[in-house]
């Protein structure tokens, strides 16, 4: 016997629509799952795709979703609905209690932005942004890079680093639009700025080329000191696998709410021990609670930094709500 499945898809608008590489990201859509067994008791989970992230679509996992007859029996997911998977999976960990306060390892007050990573706005902006992240506690920044000249950027860079304490760590991401000798550029550069202690600290670089230039940003990270990070090559952990395989041995930035099944994620997490940073797909609560759950589970140190400064982007209320509060307004 199953247990109650219902279904509420959900569209949320960002403040500002996000710069992707495919377009303006104007609307985040997803669902709401909720199930319910014969004690009245509930769990949720949320679906929240991102297509250009491999990815099935909101339709595609509504179908997927509608076609079980409004009854969850645990049956098997395919591989092709990673967030479908995710979203299944957590509502049954929701319902078993697994999931509320798992996450509460990481405190949610302004001490909390220690543990998260804060988001800078691309260009010179940043070094105007910088100071207020840092007043709001983060310790770690994410600046995207490869969005205007290389040159002055790099010099941005310079001064953003001359404007951070020490023990601040800087994360750049390139989302895969560098070329071979860009990516060279930065990483000489980023290498200039860790060989000084007195300045503060490149993480790493994420995503330098794309996808599929796997090989080379192998070899880039034996090349340079600095870290590199993959993040559009393993949007799923079939993708994490394969790099893995591949020998990749630098950071994964796993965004778990897109990865597919949480079990099978921590289990790769538990045999392998990869380097990962957790990251947000821009889900509500309910999926942030999940994606925070299996990030306490399979990196109990909270370092490094998680890339969970995503609260404030809709042009909602929606990050005040508990999941069942935000289940009823929808
Ligand atoms: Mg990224």
Same mark, same amino acid.
């Given at each position: 016997?199953? &247990? ?42 949320? &679906? ?58 990481? !405190? ?102 794309? !996808? ?41 930035? &796993? ?30 609560? &309910? ?16 370092? !490094? ?26």
């Amino acid at each position: 016997m199953g &247990v109650e499945l219902a279904i509420r898809l959900y569209q949320r608008r960002f403040a500002q629509p996000l710069h992707t590489a495919h377009g303006p990201w104007v609307w985040r859509e997803g669902l709401l799952l909720r199930l319910r067994d014969s004690l009245g008791r509930v769990g949720y989970g949320e &679906v929240a795709p991102i297509p250009w992230f491999s990815s099935e679509s909101v339709a595609e996992a509504l179908a997927f979703c509608h076609a079980q007859g409004g009854e969850w029996r645990c049956g098997e997911i395919p591989n092709s609905l990673p967030a479908t998977q995710f979203g299944l999976e957590s509502a049954q960990a929701d319902l078993a209690g697994q999931i509320a306060g798992q996450e509460s390892a990481i !405190p949610t007050d302004s001490l909390a932005n220690a543990a998260i990573c804060g988001l800078l706005p691309a260009g010179e902006t940043a070094l105007e942004i910088a100071p207020q992240r840092l007043a709001q506690g983060h310790r770690t920044l994410k600046w995207k890079i490869g969005v205007g000249s290389i040159a002055d950027e790099i010099r941005w860079l310079d001064q953003l680093v001359g404007n951070l304490p020490s023990d601040a760590r800087l994360r750049l991401d390139a989302n895969g639009g560098l070329s071979l000798a860009q990516a060279e550029q930065w990483l000489t550069a980023c290498d200039r700025i860790n060989a000084n202690p007195q300045l503060a600290t490149v993480e790493h670089l994420e995503q330098p080329l794309p !996808p599929d230039q796997l090989a080379a940003m192998t070899a880039l990270g034996e090349r340079y000191h600095t870290a590199i990070a993959l993040d559009e090559s393993v949007a799923t952990l079939a993708q994490l696998e394969h790099c893995w395989q591949q020998g990749w041995r630098g950071v994964f930035v &796993v965004k778990p709410a897109i990865a597919g099944s949480p079990q099978q994620l921590e289990a790769f997490c538990q045999q392998h021990q990869p380097h990962l940073v957790f990251s947000s797909a821009f889900e509500t609560i &309910v999926g942030r609670q999940a994606a925070l759950a299996i990030a306490a589970r399979c990196s109990p140190s909270l370092a !490094p930094a998680l890339g969970f400064g995503t609260q404030g982007w809709f042009a909602d209320d929606w990050d005040t709500l508990t999941p069942a509060e935000l289940w009823d307004r929808l």
